[in-house]
Structures are given as structure tokens and as C-alpha cells.
């Protein structure tokens, strides 16, 4: 409202000081709060700016999955190493199949030197590809145990695993390098030779019953004896460590028929398992030799 003041000159002059109304002073406490949201607002964009992104979940298990399968496929007590690129695939499912099938057929083929009383005690590394479609192939013995049957028990335990079940389709690798180690009668692995005693009264016999020597070509007799039960049937496994499948040759009956070409080694190993106890077999050694001239 208006108030009158007196001037030097002793006139009143009025002098006009405008109210302010309630609506002026709610546009300014208006414009106040949203100045302070906007200012609070820009400080949290800063800050999410400048903090580092944080992992998604899923991805930083599936890193630490692969990071510990590294770390096993790499300690010196572990049975499986990866040699070639995996691509970000997770082989560990994979593997215990892998790790499950050659096992199975390894103890099937342990010597008696590896068994009690005697129980030899030994450590030895074999590399081999895996195809797409399971196919075993480039078999090679890296570190021999210096026993050359506790080398082919191990040899012949991954060529009978041929084919092994098909790489995960997710890879888009056409196979998959691996060293597997073996270990007879050692406490220090997850996968050894200890046997323990067998309970079961199946026994199998082979005559004869060292070793038979066959020209390529040619054909041998092997006698077979299942002691223990009615079932006498057995199963044969023909394993080399300078062929596989025909390429060691084959079986009828008990015949065997020896291959066309010579193998390097020139030997196959017979295993006669018995079908009412798979853990009863027995073995005999083939020496595979040239054929004879007719000339």
C-alpha cells in the first residue's frame, strides 16, 4: 500500500511498495524445488557415470565356472586337460562323460601286474582329438609309465571309447584336443587303477595263454574258458596301439582274422570280457607279422 514520506524540500511523496501475493510466492518455492530435483538428478547421472558397470550375474558365474575348470584341467592331479580352444564353451558336463566312458573301459583292461598283491604303481599321459561327431583320432603317448603294459591298458582304454558322445553343438570347433593322464594305484588323483578285490566268482581263460604270433592275412585260433556260470558268452575287444577298429582286425567266433596292412607296432591285444560279469576277462597278445611268400 502506498506510504507518504517528506521530501528535502518538505513535500510528501508517496511512495508505492508492491505486495507480494500468495500465488507469486508459490511460483518461486515451485521453481526453487525444481531447480534442487534437477541439480540432485544431474549429481546421480555423474555419479552412475563414473562407477564401473557392474558384471551381469549369469555372466560372472559362467566366468568363474571356466576360470575353475582351467585351474583343474591344469593341476598336475587332474585326468583331463584341455589343449585346444574351448571358444567360450563350458566343457565341463562334457568332459564327465568323456572322464566316465574311458575310465569304464580302462579298469576293464588293467593288467595283473597293476593288480593285488602286486599292485605296480605308475603315471603316464596320452593325447588325442576328439571329431565332431565323437570319433577318436591323432592318438600319441606323451610321458610312458615305463611299463609297456600299463601303457597299453591305458591306450587301448581310449580307443575303446571310440566314439564318444558327440562335441556339445554350441562349439563351433571341429574338435577338441585332450591330454588324459593315467594313474596306477596312486592316491594323488581323482582317477587311478587301485583295484579292490572282486567278489564275483566269474573267472575267464585264454589259449593260448602268452601270446600267438598271425601272418596279415592270416587267421588264428584262440580258445576261450568262462569259469564261475552257465552263461559261457563273451564279448572280444581288439585294441592296438598302431590301429583301430578293422584296422586291428576282427573276430569270428574264436577265430581271429588278422588285418591286410601291417600296423606300427606290429602287436593287437585279444580281450575276451564275459557278458555275465563284465569285470571277468582275460587277454593274450598278438604279434602281427608279413605273410609268408608262396614264391
Known amino acids: 500500500m502506498p506510504s507518504a514520506s517528506p521530501d528535502r524540500s518538505g513535500r510528501r511523496v508517496e511512495v508505492c511498495c508492491p505486495m507480494k501475493t500468495p500465488l507469486s510466492v508459490g511460483r518461486t518455492w515451485a521453481l526453487t524445488l525444481h531447480l534442487l530435483i534437477l541439480l540432485c538428478c544431474l549429481g546421480r547421472l555423474n555419479a552412475q557415470h563414473d562407477a564401473p558397470s557392474p558384471e551381469p550375474k549369469s555372466q560372472s558365474l559362467e566366468t568363474s565356472q571356466a576360470k575353475r575348470q582351467a585351474d ?11 589343449l585346444s580352444d574351448t571358444m567360450g564353451v563350458n566343457f565341463h558336463p562334457y568332459l564327465q562323460k568323456v572322464l566316465h566312458d574311458v575310465r569304464q573301459n580302462w579298469y576293464g583292461l588293467i593288467p595283473e601286474v597293476a593288480r593285488p598283491p602286486e599292485s ?3 603315471r603316464l599321459s596320452i593325447e588325442f582329438a576328439i571329431l565332431r561327431n565323437g570319433d577318436i583320432k591323432d592318438l600319441k603317448l606323451v610321458e610312458s609309465s615305463g611299463d609297456v603294459q600299463l601303457d597299453r591298458a591305458a591306450w587301448d582304454g581310449i580307443t575303446a571309447s571310440s566314439p564318444l ?12 584336443s585332450l591330454r588324459f593322464r593315467f594313474f596306477y594305484n596312486s592316491d594323488k588323483s581323482p ?14 581263460s585264454i589259449s593260448p595263454p602268452d601270446s600267438l604270433e598271425v601272418p596279415i592275412g592270416g587267421s588264428g585260433i584262440v580258445i576261450v574258458t568262462v569259469m564261475g556260470t552257465t552263461n559261457k558268452a563273451v564279448t572280444w575287444r581288439i585294441t592296438g596301439l598302431g590301429c583301430s577298429r578293422s584296422a586291428c582286425g576282427k573276430m569270428l567266433g574264436d577265430l581271429y582274422i588278422a588285418p591286410q596292412a601291417l600296423p606300427r607296432p606290429a602287436s593287437v591285444t585279444l580281450t575276451a570280457i564275459a557278458e555275465a560279469d ?5 587277454s593274450i597278445a598278438v604279434n602281427l607279422v608279413a605273410a609268408k611268400s608262396t614264391k
Open 120 to 122: 605296480r604303481k605308475g
Open 72 to 82: 583343474n584341467s591344469n593341476s598336475s592331479g587332474s585326468p583331463i586337460e584341455i
Open 191 to 204: 582317477v587311478t587303477g587301485r583295484i579292490q578285490s572282486s567278489k564275483s566268482i566269474v573267472a575267464v
Open 165 to 176: 558322445p558327440p562335441l556339445p553343438m554350441e562349439f563351433g570347433g571341429s574338435s577338441l
Open 278 to 282: 563284465p569285470t571277468a576277462s582275460a
